[in-house]
């Protein structure tokens, strides 16, 4: 079983940073979780915004490349999604995903608002 949970989100202005972490427990091998990172504006479908695979290959859709960076601690315990230069489109909730490698399950984290406004 693996638990995740989302922090750093918050309230920011139009070009400003914020961090998100995720924070992932359990008895599961680091090496085998395939890391993302997914958002869903209010009214709008989940989407992906970037994920990390065991090779620490990155992806990124074409909205947040350049601007946002998805990267973990050495032991993998943390995800991170840095996110540069926010717009107002950038508005969302924020989820942590993994998935196990070869068992193909997937574990949510609970999501962390982030409102970027002036």
């Known amino acids: 079983q693996v638990q995740l949970v989302e922090s750093g989100g918050g309230l920011v202005q139009p070009g400003g940073s914020l961090r998100l972490s995720c924070a992932v427990s359990g008895s599961i091998s680091r090496s085998s979780l395939i890391m993302n990172w997914y958002r869903q504006g209010l009214g709008k479908q989940r989407e992906l915004v970037a994920s990390?695979?065991?090779?620490?290959?990155?992806n990124y859709d074409d909205s947040v490349k350049g601007r946002f960076t998805i990267a973990t601690d050495n032991a993998k315990n943390t995800v991170y999604l840095q996110m540069n230069d926010l717009r107002p489109e950038d508005t969302a909730v924020y989820y942590c995903?993994?998935?196990?490698?070869?068992?193909?399950?997937?574990?949510w984290g609970q999501g962390t608002q982030v409102t970027v406004s002036s």
């Open positions: 990390l695979n065991r090779e620490g290959l990155t």
């Open positions: 995903k993994v998935v196990v490698w070869g068992l193909w399950k997937e574990y």
